[in-house]
T-cell receptor
Framework: DAGVIQSPRHEVTEMGQEVTLRCKPI?????LFWYRQTMMRGLELLIY????????DSGMPEDRFSAKMPNASFSTLKIQPSEPRDSAVYFC?????????????FGEGSRLTVL | AQSVTQPDIHITVSEGASLELRCNYS??????LFWYVQSPGQGLQLLLK??????LVQGIKGFEAEFKRSQSSFNLRKPSVHWSDAAEYFC???????????FGTGTSLTVIP
């Protein structure tokens, strides 16, 4: 079975440029999470979707960050304009609608470097 | 407030030695507890989970964890560590719905030959 698929795996860009990270959740999963991981702050939840609807975006750092989920099989996280402090690994995770325990399944992450 | 504490930032063990990684949680309802492992450059992989029943749960790669409600702990153990176990380990607590999923800060494991 295909897991959570993220692209790109690595992105290097210059300050001020727009960055779009993509995620394809596991088929049949109805919840999707975007996390950011840094050495200083660990894993931070950015936004959570349920049935394609954003439920909680309180973790989004600022207006430069936006996320969409146009359908059940695709989500994007956009940073515009990007800044060096946005450098991090961004993870997408999904969860099945029928799971008892609610564990998350993670993608391999997108490592973003903003110069 | 909901939280997860992993008191050990970094642990070094010899290959073949036993391992215990500590995890304490604070959660207002019945906790669903998880351990994840992250190898360098990889995503988080679920090792094991607990939600009810036997308080000693078995996971993949020979890991086990014991839920102790009285101590609010969910420590991860392995009787004999392999070099390939070197990774970052995260404890998490959550509910089975919603976005209530809280991660600890992780424990980095180094295995020496």
């Amino acid at each position: 079975d295909a897991g959570v698929i993220q692209s790109p795996r690595h992105e290097v860009t210059e300050m001020g440029q727009e960055v779009t990270l993509r995620c394809k959740p596991i088929s049949g999963h109805n919840s999707l999470f975007w996390y950011r991981q840094t050495m200083m702050r660990g894993l931070e939840l950015l936004i959570y979707f349920n049935n394609n609807v954003p439920i909680d975006d309180s973790g989004m750092p600022e207006d430069r960050f936006s996320a969409k989920m146009p359908n059940a099989s695709f989500s994007t996280l956009k940073i515009q304009p990007s800044e060096p402090r946005d450098s991090a690994v961004y993870f997408c995770a999904s969860r099945a609608r029928t799971t008892i325990t609610g564990e998350l399944f993670f993608g391999e992450g997108s490592r973003l470097t903003v110069l | 407030a909901q939280s997860v504490t992993q008191p050990d930032i970094h642990i070094t063990v010899s290959e073949g030695a036993s391992l215990e990684l500590r995890c304490n949680y604070s959660y207002g309802a019945t906790p669903y507890l998880f351990w994840y492992v992250q190898s360098p450059g990889q995503g988080l992989q679920l090792l094991l989970k607990y939600f009810s029943g036997d308080t000693l749960v078995q996971g993949i790669k020979g890991f086990e964890a014991e839920f102790k409600r009285s101590q609010s702990s969910f420590n991860l153990r392995k009787p004999s560590v392999h070099w390939s176990d070197a990774a970052e380990y995260f404890c998490a607590v959550g509910a089975n719905t919603g976005n209530q999923f809280y991660f600890g800060t992780g424990t980095s494991l180094t295995v020496i030959p």
